[in-house]
């Protein structure tokens, strides 16, 4: 993984300013452990979220909305759509009610 990348992706995590959310990258106000990586790659190309669908509160980046878009893997040197920390898919970890906190550990040390 890009090393400036991890660090930023993993200050995110820690900073509070994302609230943590289950199940989608993005969806109102929230984002899961995935979706603060997609934003940051949103932020640095000036790319805004997209409804996923008419009247749907889940948002989209380039129509997905549950893993990592091709484009963010490559922009954050990961080689899989849902990354896997020690034991674990981040996505499980985060929907099963792991913190940003302990999501941002696992990060600093198996990615």
Request: a negative charge; one cysteine or more; charged letters at 25%.
């Amino acid at each position: 993984m890009n090393q400036d990348i991890k660090r930023r992706w993993v200050e995110a995590l820690r900073s509070g300013q994302y609230k943590q959310g289950q199940l989608f990258l993005h969806s109102e106000d929230s984002f899961c452990c995935l979706g603060v990586l997609t934003d940051l790659y949103c932020l640095d190309h000036n790319i805004q979220w997209r409804k996923a669908w008419l009247g749907s509160a889940e948002k989209s980046f380039n129509s997905e909305t549950e893993r990592l878009h091709p484009k963010v893997m490559e922009w954050a040197g990961l080689n899989s759509p849902d990354p896997i920390a020690g034991s674990c898919h981040l996505s499980q970890f985060n929907d099963n009610g792991g913190t940003f906190t302990q999501i941002a550990d696992l990060i600093e040390r198996h990615l």
